[in-house]
């Protein structure tokens, strides 16, 4: 649904080199450090890294979304037009899947429900796709982009194991009891979790999430 218009922000942003050169070292300086092409994670970190680029990173005020639409937005079909507008305004957010179905009201057909994990919203959104893998309850980072009266994921996905949502439950709980969470924070640092436990299989999950005391900060400290 969104892949095309998704293609077009790349291209156009293609001859930007040396501020996507910028733009990576800061991305990856938050979520964990650079990945490489023999890494498993490596397409959907990229996907992150690029999602953040055009849609969160401003450059002169705007981001590549906006600027798009403000230098092509006149000449552009309709369809076309709202997926760009979508972008932005997009929602990035860590979710709850709720599946597909319902006892009363569920999502329509052709549509997944999710809650957002921070305010418990649910939404419901257009993904015609099988959701393979994922169970009633798990939590992944997704962004999702409002197109005319529906919802649809972006291309970026970070899944987190299962057994560590009852842990990041009780971090968002006592976050809100300390006022308003910071998201993007909370992004970032599962982020880094979710790339150390794909580097270091032999780590017990729970030390990597571990929100108290931080994997890599107790390595750093062990060896200091």
């Known amino acids: 649904m969104i892949q095309a218009q998704f293609d077009l922000l790349l291209a156009f942003v293609a001859p930007k080199v ?16 650079e990945v490489h092409e023999d890494d498993r994670c490596f397409e959907s970190r990229l996907q992150g890294f690029f999602n953040w680029y055009l849609f969160d990173r401003k450059l002169d005020g705007v981001t590549p979304a906006q600027r798009y639409l403000q230098d092509r937005g006149a000449e552009m079909r309709g369809s076309d037009k709202e997926v760009l507008m979508g972008f932005t305004q997009t929602r990035l957010g860590l979710y709850e899947y709720r599946g597909r179905g319902g006892l009363l009201l569920g999502p329509k057909k052709g549509q997944v429900r999710v809650r957002d994990a921070v305010t418990r919203k649910l939404f419901d959104v257009t993904e015609r796709r099988q959701m393979h893998g994922l169970e009633i309850g798990d939590l992944f980072e997704a962004r999702l982009v ?67 005391n931080p994997f890599l900060a107790s390595r750093k400290s062990a060896h200091a």
Do not use: C
Not at 187 to 196: D, F, I, T
């Open 18 to 33: 040396d501020d996507i050169v910028r733009a990576k070292q800061e991305y990856f300086a938050q979520t964990g450090g």
């Open 146 to 212: 409002p197109v005319g009266s529906t919802l649809h994921f972006s291309t970026s996905f970070t899944y987190h194991p299962r057994e560590m949502t009852p842990a990041i439950v009780r971090e968002i709980k006592k976050r809100k009891k300390q006022g308003a969470v910071d998201v993007r924070a909370l992004l970032w640092e599962l982020q880094r979790m979710s790339l150390q436990a794909e580097r270091f299989k032999n780590v017990n999950i729970e030390a990597i999430y571990n929100f108290e």
